[in-house]
């Protein structure tokens, strides 16, 4: 039996839609719609336009509708995580939701850390402690306009408000819920001690649903005839990482991985959360997966390139010309720490990065090439940091590497891996969280049984590409000048 499924996956800087079919044995996929998303900004600050990004689903519903001979027979969506939106009584949305590089995020972990202490923060959710998560979003808007969540309703993170308006249906699914720092992963609940904290009623929060769950059918204007009428919307891992780990091929427990996009997740698979000492001092996170947790760090990952292009001219330097040029480049001329402050946001990326070599003692980067050969290195390096912390924390063995996602065709990137951490790199799908997303869907749509069964399809019908690690020692002793320059980096 062939059945036909539709994956619309929202990154921070494209969407796109993908139609999967199935015949029980082969998953294929094309790619039938792709739109930019990017924060826009109003009176200085940083929103999502999500009223759009409604728009270009439903574009991506039409355009299926004429595709598709018989049924499609599921929809399923990610994003983003920690993002949200507010809605009153009347169901109106008080605002269009906020960026998480809106800058009114800055002091928030400072300012709570006064209310509440944040290992105490870290013990009650698992989850790395970053100004960008929803309990310091929160917080910050209940410092600034408490008037808006007093008249909040319905707090509904990105996904839930999509999902809402393809259905009517409010809930949120586990592993965006996991995100937020708002739920407590030993309680499988939300936490109610920092929902007090962040100035919000618990009645506004949505019931959480397992991954992989059928919500019911598209609103009726948006069924119509023919190949929609019949359309199920189901909520994959709608955090468009734990769809992308979902998609990587392996098999056994001894691998990590790195999904890479705007962010670098890297990580590993566990059954339950990690929290202990450890976890807490390095800032690893446990968020959710469709089975079992995902114990991670989040890095600032092609961002940084992102930054770079927009400063250069976009269309003057694409990717593939930048990464040549960075092949042909002398190699560690200089090392940045990829999660500093400076990088986060800044109106000029190659003078931040000219910034942070400046006080850390090293020699600027006179040319494109050096820099992006520099942040492609200082990614890996920071690889290997966040993949020894892991390590240490749960005593688990690694052994293989396997890459996701934008950086998978990147093969400077995906050999410097392997050669700072010493470990074999496969780089699996270009698209993964679209892959992975579809699996989802199918495993909602009982055409598979589990993950296991999901990824045993995919290693039989792909062949990941290998590299293997070289220049140990050369590698081995520049790491440690890595280590030295980001213990400099205190006065930026």
Known sequence: MLTTHLAIDFGAESGRAVLGTFNGRVLQHEEIHRFPTGIITIEGRNHWDILRFFEEIKSAIQKTGKIVNGRLNTIGIDTWGVDYALFDRDGNMSTLPFSYRDSRTQN???????????RKVYDLTGIQLLPVNTLFQLYSEKRSTPETLLKASDLLFIPDVLY?????????EFTFATTSQLFNPIKMDWEDELLHLAGINRTIMQNVILPCTTLGYLNKDLRGTGSLSETLVVAPATHDTASAIAAIPAEGNDWAFISTGTWALVGVEVKKPVINDLTYRYNITNEGGIEGFRL????????LLQGCRKAWGENTYPYERLLYMAEESPPFRFFINP???????????PAAIELYCRVTGQQQPKSKAVIVRGIIESLAFKTRMILDQISEATSKKINRIYLTGGGVHNKLL????SNATGLPVFSTFTESTAIGNLMGQLIANGRLKNLSEARALLRYHSKPCEYQPAQLFKYANVYDKFKEVISKESNI
């Open 296 to 303: 991670l760090k989040n890095m600032m990952g092609l961002w």
């Open 339 to 349: 999660d500093h402050n400076v990088f986060f946001n800044p109106d000029d990326m």
């Open 108 to 118: 928030a972990m400072a300012e709570l850390a006064t209310e509440l202490e944040l």
């Open 414 to 417: 995906c050999q410097s891996i």
């Open 164 to 172: 809402f308006y393809l259905t009517g249906i409010k809930v949120t």
